[in-house]
């Protein structure tokens, strides 16, 4: 968003996606608030920036604020793809730290610093048009401390671990009005090896249960893209995962950590062999009814979804496979509007005291309309019959940093990894 909103003739895509999104019903948007070195860069240097490519960011979230949607904003990301952890390593490395890899990002002092500088020039930044501090402003929701934390040196998750209790605290002695999270995929670490038979077959250095644990995180967050972590499985095999993922982490969050979950980035790709529009929608309504079945027994504990991702008309450079563009895909755009409603009709019914049980009632079918009784016990039972266990395929990882592509999670694919 801010990345378009920077150059001037592509400014009108951010009001245009916001006003989609807001005339089907949606109401959050998770976004980038980094952009670090290469092509309209927010940081050019640590500490430095650019004061064009914040006011983009400040149209960002006034925009927002115009349609009502609210904002989660990321700090920095895993990837290259816009700078990242690599950017802030390299960094380091050319200011004389002794720095060895990307995963030096998690424990260097150095880079830890450039992080929280980073954090605090975003929080205590003026907004230009709404003329409010962004750790004051109500139209953002959430932070986000990264876009999906990964560390190849410590697949435990003790390191990055250590690492998010330090930020969340920072983060929170600056702003305790907002809402914090970590930014997860949903991988299960060491704090509780049972778990890691629900992860795709490998792990990526963090603990789902430990980190969201954590007091300043306020809600935890799942991705999936079973299409890229089980690749070449059949749809089947890639559904059962996903909705043995979704149930784990919902389960966990209601039962373990006591805080809402989010599934924050799903979608199906237009490059997957054999893609239709009806694999997607069908792919997508599965997540949604769960999304709302799991929303429904559990008194709220499952918290919405963030479909990966919305566009705008003649946004095709930043195009990677997932985009949808709600005007041209009018069955998608169907499916994420009558989600909307449901889920803010449920919501409705939520705040009615004595309304919902926790598990007892039959639920509603987001798509259907028909009622079934008590989803998560019937997958629980399934799944606990069908353990899953996938080989590990860690393999050698290539990033390019595209500056003008959203390109990242399509270089996974081609790696066998998101």
């Given at each position: 968003?801010?990345?378009?909103?920077?150059?001037?003739?592509?400014?009108?895509?951010?009001t245009?996606v916001?006003?989609e999104?807001?005339?089907?019903?949606?109401?959050?948007?998770?976004t980038?608030?980094?952009?670090?070195?290469?092509?309209?860069?927010?940081?050019?240097?640590?500490?430095?920036?650019?004061?064009?490519?914040?006011?983009?960011?400040?149209?960002?979230?006034?925009?927002?604020?115009?349609?009502n949607?609210?904002?989660?904003?990321?700090?920095?990301?895993?990837?290259?793809?816009?700078?990242?952890?690599?950017?802030?390593?390299?960094?380091?490395?050319?200011?004389?730290?002794?720095?060895?890899?990307?995963d030096?990002?998690?424990?260097?002092?150095?880079?830890k610093?450039?992080?929280?500088?980073?954090?605090?020039?975003?929080?205590?930044?003026?907004?230009?048009f709404t003329?409010?501090?962004?750790?004051?402003?109500?139209?953002?929701?959430?932070?986000?401390?990264?876009?999906?934390?990964?560390?190849?040196?410590?697949?435990?998750?003790?390191?990055?671990?250590?690492?998010v209790?330090e930020?969340?605290?920072?983060?929170?002695?600056?702003?305790?009005?907002?809402?914090?999270?970590?930014?997860?995929?949903?991988?299960?670490?060491d704090?509780m090896?049972?778990?890691?038979?629900?992860?795709?077959?490998?792990?990526v250095?963090?603990?789902?249960?430990?980190?969201?644990?954590?007091?300043?995180?306020?809600?935890?967050?799942?991705?999936?893209?079973?299409?890229?972590?089980?690749?070449?499985?059949?749809?089947?095999?890639?559904?059962?995962?996903?909705?043995?993922?979704?149930?784990?982490h919902?389960?966990?969050?209601?039962?373990?950590?006591?805080?809402?979950l989010?599934?924050a980035?799903?979608?199906?790709?237009?490059?997957?062999?054999?893609?239709?529009e009806?694999?997607?929608?069908?792919?997508?309504?599965a997540?949604?009814?769960?999304?709302?079945?799991?929303?429904?027994t559990?008194?709220?504990?499952?918290a919405?979804g963030?479909?990966?991702?919305?566009?705008?008309?003649?946004?095709?450079?930043?195009?990677?496979?997932?985009?949808?563009?709600?005007?041209?895909?009018p069955?998608?755009?169907?499916?994420?509007s009558k989600?909307?409603?449901?889920?803010?009709?449920?919501?409705?019914?939520?705040?009615?005291?004595?309304?919902?049980?926790?598990?007892?009632?039959?639920?509603?079918?987001?798509?259907?309309?028909k009622a079934?009784?008590?989803?998560?016990?019937?997958?629980r039972?399934?799944?606990?019959n069908?353990?899953?266990?996938?080989?590990?395929?860690?393999?050698?990882?290539?990033?390019?940093?595209?500056?003008?592509?959203?390109?990242?999670?399509?270089?996974?694919?081609?790696?066998?990894?998101?």
């Open positions: 968003m801010m990345h378009a909103a920077a150059d001037p003739s592509e400014r009108n895509k951010v245009e916001f006003s999104a807001a005339a089907n019903g949606l109401t959050v948007c998770r980038w608030a980094f952009s670090d070195g290469g092509d309209r860069a927010l940081q050019k240097s640590p500490g430095v920036y650019d004061e064009h490519v914040f006011e983009a960011l400040d149209f960002v979230i006034s925009e927002a604020k115009k349609y949607v609210r904002l989660i904003l990321s700090f920095v990301n895993n990837f290259k793809d816009y700078g990242g952890r690599a950017q802030y390593v390299e960094w380091a490395r050319n200011a004389g730290a002794a720095v060895s890899g990307e030096d990002f998690y424990t260097s002092s150095v880079v610093d450039y992080y929280k500088n980073h954090v605090k020039s975003i929080l205590t930044r003026v907004n230009t003329k409010i501090a962004y750790k004051d402003e109500p139209a953002i929701m959430a932070w986000e401390l990264m876009n999906e934390p990964r560390c190849q040196s410590d697949y435990s998750g003790k390191t990055i671990n250590e690492w209790k930020m969340a605290g920072y983060t929170k002695s600056l702003d305790t009005n907002h809402l914090l999270e970590v930014g997860m995929e949903g991988f299960y670490g704090s090896p049972e778990k890691k038979q629900y992860n795709p077959g490998y792990q250095g963090t603990d789902y249960i430990s980190s969201n644990l954590i007091k300043e995180i306020d809600f935890a967050t799942i991705h999936a893209y079973p299409d890229i972590w089980l690749a070449g499985q059949n749809d089947g095999s890639q559904n059962t995962f996903v909705q043995r993922w979704m149930w784990s919902w389960e966990d969050a209601r039962t373990i950590l006591k805080k809402p989010i599934f980035e799903f979608g199906k790709s237009k490059k997957d062999p054999g893609y239709t009806n694999e997607r929608d069908t792919f997508l309504n997540v949604y009814t769960n999304i709302y079945s799991f929303a429904r559990g008194g709220g504990s499952m919405g963030l479909v990966w991702q919305l566009m705008a008309e003649g946004m095709d450079s930043y195009y990677d496979g997932y985009e949808i563009v709600l005007p041209r895909d069955s998608t755009t169907a499916l994420i989600q909307s409603h449901v889920m803010h009709a449920l919501a409705q019914t939520l705040r009615r005291p004595n309304m919902v049980r926790s598990t007892g009632p039959p639920v509603g079918d987001a798509t259907h309309d079934t009784s008590k989803p998560h016990f019937q997958a039972a399934k799944m606990d069908n353990p899953v266990h996938v080989p590990h395929h860690r393999r050698q990882r290539h990033h390019h940093h595209h500056q003008r592509s959203h390109s990242w999670r399509n270089l996974h694919k081609l790696q066998g990894q998101h």
